[in-house]
């Protein structure tokens, strides 16, 4: 965090400050859940790194598109990340329920359809979540696919092969150097790890394959590429959009909320 900034600050910059009646306004269909994690990225990074990733690309996505923005989900699946302090978790089972409540809760309440924002690559029962909605009433889906990933990357001229850029790498640095530099501590500069051998992350953990927590190279950082993966991911949102949305109802919403002003006005007699 940079001296002038207050805590405060930093927050609202993750945090939806939206009031109720601004909610109503919109009259979104499609609401986004930014899901991050609190697990350990090297000396340099904060352990909230994935969730400020998650929140930032949700953030540029409220700004373009007409959807409801949701505060973050903080903690999940981190347990490959355990031997390093700091990190936290919760079982999969529990992120699953947590999930599937919420889109209950924005179900009831007129919201019909769910794009989750995903940060951390560990959070895998969010595939099933996803897989298992059909049938419940809410449309979901999963966001950023990999193919969305490398059309990013590739604008951004990401040099490391996202097999290779796994954790607290070039990717997540360049982003965090162009939304939040306050966050990025001294040392990416000089933390380069490459371990794209680890056959058996999953039962050995990260310990297993790298000192620092650290796999990627992220001295190839820069605020530049974080733009512009940001960017690139803001366009390709509009495709899940469509898929869940329905564009057209978007359109319809607005045609029922310039109903409703004329109404407002005809109850104030300003109607000409």
Partial sequence: MSDSETPDQWASGLLPPTTT????????????????????????????????????IAREIAAAYPVQLLPPVTVSC??????WP?????????????????????????????????GHGGNYVLRNIVQESAGTGTRMAL????????????????????YSDMHAGEVETSILLHAHPELVRPGY????????????????????????GVIGRPSLASAGKGKELLAALTESFAEYLDLVGDRQKVGDRQKVGDRREVCDRQEAGETR
């Fill in 189 to 212: 500069e000089t933390s380069d790890c490459l371990a794209d051998d680890r056959k058996h992350l999953l039962t050995l953990g990260m310990a297993e394959y790298t000192e620092s």
């Fill in 143 to 162: 966001f950023p696919g990999s193919a969305d990933w490398d059309t990013a990357r590739t604008r951004a001229g990401v040099q490391t092969p996202s």
């Fill in 21 to 56: 009646e601004e909610v109503r306004d919109l009259r979104a269909g499609v609401a986004v859940l930014p899901i991050g994690s609190f697990e350990q990225h090297g000396a340099y990074l904060p352990l909230v790194t994935d969730t400020v990733i998650a929140c930032t």
């Fill in 86 to 118: 700091g990190t936290v978790s919760i079982s999969a089972a529990t992120l699953y329920s947590v999930v599937r409540d919420i889109a209950g809760s924005l179900r009831r309440s007129g919201v019909g359809s769910l794009i989750l924002v995903n």
């Fill in 78 to 83: 981190s347990h490959e990340h355990a031997d």
